[in-house]
């Protein structure tokens, strides 16, 4: 069983970076694909980024392409989720998401419980 954990969330400036980091235990990371979500408020939860299973290709959503950089580690118990000049619009709760599909979906098989993320002056 794959378990999920999410870190680094926070309050951040506009304008601002943090790096979230998704561990995992149970299995390593490299078999699955893995997707960043977030949930604003009042709002359904949106991928952000996908980190495609077998090949090294990672998607965004359009409006953090050049700001977000979703990266695993080699020996496949992190991922991360850099985010740079973060924007209030980018408050919400972040998750990351496992599946053994080979790309992202909105249903995933493993989620965590995810991380607040407030972009506030």
């Known amino acids: 069983q794959l378990q999920l954990v999410e870190s680094g969330g926070g309050l951040v400036q506009p304008g601002g970076s943090l790096r979230l980091s998704c561990a995992a235990s149970g299995k390593g990371l490299n078999d699955f694909a893995i997707g960043w979500f977030r949930q604003a408020p009042g709002k359904g939860r949106e991928g952000v980024a996908c980190i495609q299973r077998n090949i090294d290709v990672t998607d965004y959503k359009q409006s953090v392409l050049g700001r977000f950089t979703a990266f695993r580690d080699k020996d496949g118990k992190m991922v991360y989720l850099q985010m740079n000049r973060l924007k209030d619009e980018d408050t919400g709760v972040y998750y990351c998401?496992?599946?053994?599909?080979?790309?992202?979906?909105?249903?995933?098989?493993?989620w965590g419980n995810g991380t607040q993320v407030t972009v506030s002056s």
């Open positions: 998401a496992a599946t053994r599909e080979e790309v992202c979906y909105s249903v995933m098989d493993y």
